[in-house]
């Protein structure tokens, strides 16, 4: 158990629809990101907040979108679907930059 | 650019070889190190980091990986392979610029061990 918890597991939107994901980190961890991983793929980073600040991002486009909030819980929002974006979704928390970085199980978005 | 190369798709090995899954990288600076492994339908689980100081690090469930500067490698390995390890492997590197976490991964190596 990595204390990281994600919902929904297993999620299915229709291409245009917007949908959020939510993740809460291990206790005590200040750090969160987000990362997107296609099947057969490595994880790809989208971004990392810090204390409730995006301090981070990777090559995605704006209409992906995060919020961090005051009990370090977070959540992605991904708007305008489009079929690429069916991947798994994975959350990750650590306690600051160079420490672990702890995973969730992931949010299996499918988009038909 | 950064990046992590895992240059094998698939290990195969018999239960209780050796064996060794490659990773190596391509990053600016001193780098973090890390390897994780992922269950058919799970999340990533952290296995091992290299950050600073011994060339050998010890992880979970046995396994360990060495850090070899020169030839910008940090390959996992076990003494003894188990059913059980068969798994999805992941190697990736923590460029630690700008002050913040991202992982960039390489694109895993699938691990099969056989009775």
Do not use: M
Request: net charge neutral; glycine share 10%.
């Amino acid at each position: 158990e990595t204390g990281v918890t994600q919902s929904p597991t297993h999620l299915i939107k229709t291409r245009g629809q917007q949908v959020t994901l939510r993740c809460s980190s291990q206790s005590g961890h200040n750090t969160v990101s987000w990362y997107q991983q296609a099947l057969g793929q490595g994880p790809q980073f989208i971004f990392q907040y810090y204390r409730e600040e995006e301090n981070g991002r990777g090559n995605f486009p704006p209409r992906f979108s995060g919020l961090q909030f005051p009990n370090y819980s977070s959540e992605l929002n991904v708007n305008a679907l489009e079929l690429d974006d069916s991947a798994l979704y994975l959350c990750a928390s650590s306690l600051k930059a160079g420490n672990t970085i702890y995973f969730g199980e992931g949010s299996w978005l499918t988009v038909v | 650019a950064q990046s992590v190369a895992q240059p094998e798709d698939q290990v195969n090995v018999a239960e209780g070889n050796p064996l060794t899954v490659k990773c190596t990288y391509s990053v600016s600076g001193n780098p973090y190190l890390f390897w994780y492994v992922q269950y058919p339908n799970r999340g990533l689980q952290f296995l091992l980091k290299y950050i600073t100081g011994d060339n050998l690090v010890k992880g979970s469930y046995g396994f360990e990986a060495e850090f070899n500067k020169s030839q910008t490698s940090f390959h996992l390995k076990k003494p003894s392979a188990l059913v059980s390890d068969s798994a999805l492997y992941f190697c990736a590197v923590s460029p630690f610029s700008g002050g913040y976490n991202k992982l960039i991964f390489g694109a895993g190596t699938r691990l099969a061990v056989h009775p």
